[in-house]
């Protein structure tokens, strides 16, 4: 079969590799969408923090299943799945977080993931298509991620809930801060990007923190109370430390976003607002179930975010494009067959 390896930063290569052997509770699946994350962007720029090389990419999956031991599962329907392998005994795995088991295998960065034709995966990891297409079913996961920063956050009905990052996963995290009653704040330094919030997500209020005065602006939005949740979607340091100054007393600070390096911030102002932070890490298998209803109820359109179309065989000369502003890319979509 056909794959796509990220040999070292900058570096994809195709290669031929064998058809993976399905053994007891695997389950072998035909690839049919695979969306390009900010975790793949990430790697393939070196600044993933765990990752290594060489590495097969691709998490964010749509596919048919082919064979297996998965109870209820038929040849050839639509499935999606949770691409964090867990152990199942660790303290987190037992304290109900497999999100963050502390063998977590994260297909396609710790494993190799679904950037080829077939992939064999935990039968335990895969979730019905229920009707759902296979582009929709490859956005599942990158909005499981929003929603579960969204409900580590406890974002509350009438909360101003300022998102940092307007890619795909901020873009999940605005639209289920939205369905939790949050009043969303999107902030990027990309009009384009905070154009499409507005547009397509009927976010009301943005900021563009490359030109304008980002306190000046959460004060007029705030009423001066400064927003109760914010939630980091950009990986970016300088973000991270910045945002620290964005929080209302009492306020709650959730990083989705994540980098290599370590994040600085005043002990006292921090201290002074009785503030939280916290990480999210992945998400859970309530998380994918409460995306997919979300989905089926139309209260997220996923679809929309697709801006780009490439073929499997076309991936390794478009893939670097895709890091660039000016491309205009929000979610890229791979296609298989």
Known sequence: MKQLVCITPGQLEYQQGQQPEVKENQSLLKIKRIGICGTDLHAYEGTQPFFNYPRILGHELAAEYVSGDAPGFKAGEPVTIIPYFNCGKCIACRSGKPNCCTSIQVCG???DGGMREYLVVPSSSLLHGDG?????????????????????AGVQPGEYVLVIGAGPIGLGIMEFARIAGGHVIAMDINEQ???FCREKLQVAHTINAATEDVMKRLQEITNNDMPTVVIDATGSLKAINNAFQYMAHGARYVLVGLQKNEICFSHPEFHKREATLMSSRNATREDFDLVMQSMKKKLVNPATYITHRVAFDNVKDEFASWLKPETGVIKAMVELG
């Open 193 to 195: 990007r905070l154009q």
């Open 109 to 111: 960065v710790h494993v």
């Open 132 to 152: 759902m297409s296979f582009d929709e079913l490859a956005l599942v996961e990158p909005l499981a991620i929003g929603a579960h920063g969204v409900r580590r």
